[in-house]
């Protein structure tokens, strides 16, 4: 790739590994501020695999154009593949990992099949296999080795010599897991599955750390694979043996992924006590990238919420919001954004419009929003109504059975309006507004919300009303303490997170790999770290 | 691994069977029946495939062990030992859930629902609401409108609502005698809940309230309810005086107000860590 020609001239080499960012602006600061501008010039220089190729975006291409492009894509990534591999530097991996996605989007089947043919010899078994699974395209002819589909609008060139010795196995597990994801694109399901258990089996053969992050990902497409056709409990045994072998390598990636599978599987059937219990038993580890520990506190949230500990559960909805990518994810945010709504509600709290009313989430959010209306009005006949019309919507988001214990808290907040409102009110009056049986039933439930703490109030009996008690001065209890202290904590927490995450490319004075130059590799570093949460493919839950 | 023969399972069987008719003899012979379970459990031992066993499950045997636990948990209630009853139903709770592989070749369970709504009734008689909760998650709807499943719902529900009078209605009819067993004691358990929140919200009640609100029978019974829940009521600072026909309760002293000293110096220490921490880092110069 050709070095930016609209560089200033360059310093010495030497300097140009300190000063990146003065290098591709003018001095504004050092610090590694991820305008979109830069990102924007950046790109322009960089390789052709990142996204967002706006110089190429000119000119239309013509289909087999664009798979030539999409083949020389693949080619470099798996270059930098086997450099990374070679070099033991892992971050050359996650990046060649993390063009996987770009080139998913991409993907077609012709370039799919050159690409095994490419990478595999002649001979090689796995690639027969991975080629007999690849569908044939339709109006084509069969597979042949010369590979030129007669009436497909896709013409490749005639290919040179296959290969002669096998791919090393990160090549061949990478190119497998892109034949996986083109298939679950395609809404292969059975031979997606299929295909996803030889590749486990393969991975779990190997012991290479340099491995990790690509058996992290095959596992995971084995488990959406499974879940989409319905038969995600059967693999809940290897998923463990595979969580143990993980945390056995100290396989930090793996861990991760496969404990946030485990507890997907376990929630899938509603198995909340098992998944409590696998959440004890292990510990989530620290240096997971930020993506998985967002996943992580959501399937938390969960847990929790079903249990009842809602402030809990709250703490962890909202640091999965914030750990989650910033302009991707959409529907993991609406996901973790619904159950933050009825945790919110349960506990009492009523959820700001604010967040009802940001773009991405509005339409998902729409019968939460009713509901929260209906919760804070304290209007039961509202609330009984909300549920149902959007029953259905409630049972695909899982999240009806909490729903059914706002029900108390409908009525909570209706007694908590009325006794601020009135000094004195009669039981029956009571039972109109909040459209209940009998005096007896109001009775009995202004009874016991004046038990929890909920209203300040005496019945008085033979009058056959309520009286509220005096309002006693806020500041001179606990209350604002408490207040103070929540808000204090937070902070801190946000604080220390901010410094922990801050984090510093990895010896800036390492020496150069062929084919790239210096400065881009410090921008690149930089844009790494970024990019790395950036990226990455996220799968909102059901 | 010798899998058993199905004479040896025909035997286990009529073990079974003999258990099941001991059991359902009205009036039940405790020591009978327990030999009869003790023949039975000596005989399940040699199955080989129910769980944890990892070996191709033989149908017969996991239909016994289904059955021996449900009966053994039913039996535990008749012999009133909760421990027992908690012991047979995690066990039983294996059987009921997931292993999507056996499912499909076992025939659902009769008893099933009327086993898991005694569960959720005990649960909601030990007060494990975290544990009601998830059981819940794991019921479709259907089976929450069942007879049996629908009874512990609805005390749930009463309960949350403070109307405790209803729960006095389910205790009379039960779908299985087995449920009385725990409504009864509920029923104990919720007229203290409810003496705690008469005490708070009335300032003093009418005779005839009082005793439907306790969901007892006359004022001799309302003195020993006084009595027994003496203690209680002086936990909370209250005192019930019964004057006229009419039940008075009042509050004895001032709750002391005091400063939660401890709490406070805890707080202020953290915060003085944390800020300190901050202004380190400050001042390396990060």
Same mark, same amino acid.
């Given at each position: 790739?050709?070095?930016?020609?609209? #560089?200033?001239?360059?310093?010495?080499?030497?300097?140009?590994?300190?000063?990146? @960012?003065?290098?591709?602006?003018?001095?504004?600061?050092?610090?590694?501020? /991820?305008?979109?501008?830069?990102?924007?010039?950046?790109?322009?220089?960089?390789?052709?695999?990142?996204?967002?190729?706006?110089? +190429? +975006?000119?000119?239309?291409?013509?289909?087999?154009?664009?798979?030539?492009?999409?083949?020389?894509?693949? &080619?470099?990534?798996?270059?930098?593949?086997?450099?990374?591999?070679?070099?033991?530097? *892992? &971050?050359?991996?996650?990046?060649?990992?993390?063009? /996987?996605?770009?080139?998913?989007?991409?993907?077609?089947?012709?370039?799919? #099949? #050159?690409?095994?043919?490419? $990478?595999?010899?002649?001979? @090689?078994?796995?690639?027969? $296999?991975?080629?007999?699974?690849?569908?044939?395209?339709?109006?084509? /002819?069969?597979?042949?080795?010369?590979?030129?589909?007669? @009436?497909?609008?896709? *013409?490749?060139?005639? /290919?040179?010599?296959?290969? *002669?010795?096998?791919?090393?196995?990160?090549?061949?597990?990478?190119?497998?897991?892109?034949?996986?994801?083109?298939?679950?694109?395609?809404?292969? +399901?059975?031979?997606?599955?299929?295909?996803?258990?030889?590749?486990?089996?393969?991975?779990?053969?190997?012991?290479?750390?340099?491995?990790?992050?690509?058996?992290? +990902?095959?596992?995971?497409?084995?488990?959406? !694979?499974?879940?989409?056709?319905?038969?995600?409990?059967?693999?809940?045994?290897?998923?463990?043996?595979? $969580?143990?072998?993980? !945390?056995?390598?100290?396989?930090?990636?793996? *861990?991760?992924?496969?404990?946030?599978?485990?507890?997907?599987?376990?929630?899938?059937?509603?198995?909340?006590?098992?998944?409590?219990?696998?959440?004890?038993?292990?510990?989530?580890?620290?240096?997971?990238?930020?993506?998985?520990?967002? #996943?992580?506190?959501?399937?938390?949230?969960?847990?929790?919420?079903?249990?009842l500990d809602y402030t809990e559960a709250y703490n962890c909805l909202m640091q999965a919001i914030r750990k989650a990518p910033q302009h991707s994810a959409s529907g993991f945010k609406q996901a973790v954004n619904k159950l933050a709504v009825i945790v919110q509600l349960l506990m009492g709290e009523i959820p700001e419009r604010t967040l009802f009313v940001q773009p991405e989430l509005r339409g998902a959010l729409r019968p939460y929003l009713k509901l929260t209306q209906a919760v804070r009005v304290g209007d039961l006949v509202a609330f009984r109504a909300v549920t149902e019309e959007y029953a259905g919507a409630f049972r695909r988001d899982r999240t009806h059975t909490l729903i059914v214990r706002l029900r108390f808290n409908v009525i909570k907040t209706g007694l908590r309006k009325i006794n601020v409102s009135y000094s004195r009110i009669s039981l029956q009056d009571i039972a109109a507004k909040l459209h209940l049986d009998s005096t007896d039933d109001a009775a009995g439930i202004v009874a016991k919300a004046i038990r929890d703490g909920v209203i300040d109030a005496t019945i008085v009996h033979d009058g056959g009303f309520v009286q509220s008690k005096e309002t006693i001065d806020i500041y001179s209890t606990e209350e604002p303490q408490h207040a103070l202290h929540k808000r204090i904590t937070f902070c801190l927490d946000v604080h220390n997170e901010a410094v922990k995450a801050m984090r510093f490319p990895p010896d800036a004075h390492k020496k150069e790999l062929g084919g790239v130059t210096t400065h881009r590799k410090q921008e690149e570093v930089a844009q790494d770290l970024l990019e790395e949460e950036e990226e990455e493919d996220f799968q909102g839950p059901g | 691994t010798n899998r058993m023969s199905s004479q040896e399972i025909q035997k286990c069987d009529a073990f079974l069977q003999r258990f099941k008719g001991l059991l359902f003899q009205e009036p039940i012979n405790i020591d009978e029946c327990a030999q009869a379970f003790a023949d039975l459990q000596i005989g399940m031992t040699e199955f080989q495939t129910i769980p944890p066993s990892l070996q191709p499950p033989n149908i017969k045997e996991f239909i016994i062990k289904r059955e021996a636990l449900e009966h053994a948990a039913l039996f535990a209630i008749n012999k009133q030992s909760i421990a027992e009853f908690e012991k047979y139903m995690t066990q039983l709770k294996q059987f009921y859930s997931e292993c999507e592989a056996i499912k499909q070749l076992l025939p659902p369970s009769q008893k099933k629902n009327a086993l898991t709504g005694l569960y959720l009734l005990y649960l909601i008689y030990q007060n494990k609401t975290a544990e009601y909760h998830t059981e819940l998650e794991q019921l479709s709807m259907e089976e929450q409108r069942d007879l049996y499943i629908s009874v512990p719902l609805a005390i749930e529900q009463s309960l949350l609502d403070g109307q405790y009078n209803k729960v006095l209605n389910t205790n009379l009819n039960v779908p299985m005698k087995e449920y009385s067993f725990f409504t009864s004691r509920l029923l104990e358990t919720i007229r203290h809940e409810a003496a705690r929140c008469a005490e708070k919200a009335y300032a003093s009640l009418e005779l005839k309230e009082a005793i439907e609100l306790f969901m007892l029978k006359d004022r001799d019974e309302l003195m020993k309810f006084m009595e027994i829940d003496h203690k209680n009521a002086q936990e909370n600072n209250m005192v019930w005086m019964l004057h006229n026909d009419k039940l008075h309760f009042q509050t004895t002293g001032q709750e002391k107000l005091s400063i939660p000293a401890y709490k406070m110096i805890d707080r202020s220490l953290e915060y003085a860590l944390e800020l300190e921490k901050i202004v380190q880092q400050k001042s390396k110069g990060r």
């Open positions: 790739p050709p070095p930016g020609a609209s #560089r200033p001239s360059p310093l010495t080499p030497r300097l140009s590994l300190l000063l990146p @960012s003065v290098m591709a602006q003018p001095p504004e600061g050092i610090d590694v501020d /991820m305008k979109d501008k830069e990102k924007h010039e950046q790109e322009n220089q960089a390789d052709t695999v990142e996204e967002g190729d706006t110089a +190429k +975006k000119d000119a239309p291409k013509t289909p087999s154009e664009l798979a030539l492009l999409l083949l020389a894509d693949v &080619r470099s990534s798996l270059l930098l593949l086997e450099k990374g591999v070679l070099a033991k530097e *892992q &971050r050359l991996i996650s990046r060649a990992v993390r063009y /996987m996605n770009g080139i998913r989007r991409r993907m077609s089947i012709p370039v799919m #099949r #050159r690409t095994v043919e490419q $990478h595999f010899p002649a001979h @090689s078994t796995e690639g027969a $296999h991975l080629l007999s699974v690849i569908p044939v395209e339709e109006g084509t /002819m069969d597979t042949s080795t010369s590979g030129i589909p007669t @009436s497909s609008p896709v *013409q490749l060139p005639e /290919m040179e010599n296959s290969p *002669q010795s096998d791919p090393i196995p990160e090549v061949e597990i990478y190119i497998s897991i892109l034949v996986l994801m083109h298939l679950t694109d395609l809404k292969r +399901k059975n031979e997606a599955a299929a295909l996803a258990k030889l590749v486990v089996q393969r991975v779990m053969s190997m012991n290479r750390r340099t491995l990790d992050t690509l058996a992290a +990902k095959v596992f995971y497409f084995y488990s959406l !694979c499974l879940e989409r056709i319905g038969k995600l409990a059967l693999i809940r045994g290897e998923l463990l043996s595979a $969580h143990r072998t993980a !945390c056995l390598r100290h396989d930090d990636v793996g *861990q991760a992924t496969l404990l946030n599978l485990l507890l997907r599987n376990y929630i899938e059937y509603n198995l909340y006590d098992q998944a409590d219990k696998l959440v004890s038993k292990t510990t989530f580890p620290q240096r997971a990238t930020n993506n998985q520990t967002a #996943r992580y506190l959501y399937y938390l949230g969960r847990i929790r919420s079903v249990q | -």
